[in-house]
């Protein structure tokens, strides 16, 4: 933008960056996978709908946005193997193409949000905070041990009509939401006397890309699995990324 001398610039680009342990500089901590068992001890305290934003994430190594965001009119489903192809990602600016790879398995846990309109979310916090109002009515009737008597219920209704109007709910989760929603129901597993460690959204990803690397695909696959390409790479690199992505999504997707 020409705000500086061209002599400037060259002389930044000569700087070494930052070293660990030789500055005062916060070093954050490295994202870590999160293991399966954790996950899978975390899934029947979360809501049907934010369950299912988990599974697909960790089959697919979404980003959580990307798994916040999703909606059918974005997937072409033509194929074996469906693609999800993001309007706006954060890397959209330097020119990359973001195309995420649906195999059999995450398709599978898309397919109760699929019947509705392609402009709207699949998954939406009103569907999933009323699932939780009825767990929660279903949790308190078992506790009753007496039986509700008429003047009780004529009460209740009472309350309930002047009860103030019923929340008003986001189109889509944030990613914040999506967050405490799983860290509220790893408390809950955690009061329950089931050990699991708390773990964020964005260690699926993580958990994804090691698994992916591992396996006979390596480095190379985990990197276009996860949208890590390079934004100079040719059409045809482009091109023979997808084919290895939808390949991988097939096996293990």
């Known amino acids: 933008e020409e705000m500086v001398q061209p002599t400037i610039y060259q002389a930044l680009l000569a700087v070494d960056g930052l070293r660990e342990g030789h500055s005062d500089a916060k070093e954050k901590e490295p994202i870590m996978p999160v293991p399966d068992d954790d996950v899978n001890n975390t899934l029947p305290f979360l809501s049907p709908t934010v369950a299912a934003m988990v599974q697909f994430q960790r089959l697919t190594g979404a980003r959580p946005a990307e798994a916040c965001r999703a909606r059918s009119r974005d997937f072409d489903m033509t194929g074996e193997v469906w693609l999800y192809q993001l309007d706006s990602h954060k890397n959209k600016w330097r020119g990359k193409q973001r195309v995420i790879a649906i195999g059999p398995k995450a398709q599978e846990v898309l397919q109760p949000f699929l019947n509705r309109d392609p402009d709207q979310y699949l998954f939406r916090p009103e569907e999933s905070a009323s699932v939780q109002r009825e767990r929660f009515a279903e949790r308190t009737s078992k506790k009753r041990n007496t039986k509700q008597y008429p003047a009780e219920l004529r009460s209740k209704e009472k309350r309930k009509a002047k009860s103030k109007p019923r929340r008003k709910y986001n189109e889509f989760y944030t990613t914040r939401c999506y967050r405490q929603a799983i860290a ?3 408390e809950q597993a955690q009061k329950g006397g089931i050990k699991v460690e708390f773990w964020s959204p964005l260690q699926l990803r ?17 990197q276009v699995v996860l949208g890590h390409s390079k934004a100079d790479v040719t059409q045809i690199y482009a091109q023979r990324d997808l084919r290895k992505a939808i390949e991988i999504a097939k096996e293990s997707g």
């Open 206 to 222: 993580k958990t994804r890309a090691t698994e992916i690397r591992s396996s006979e695909h390596g480095l190379e696959g985990a």
């Open 184 to 186: 509220r129901a790893v």
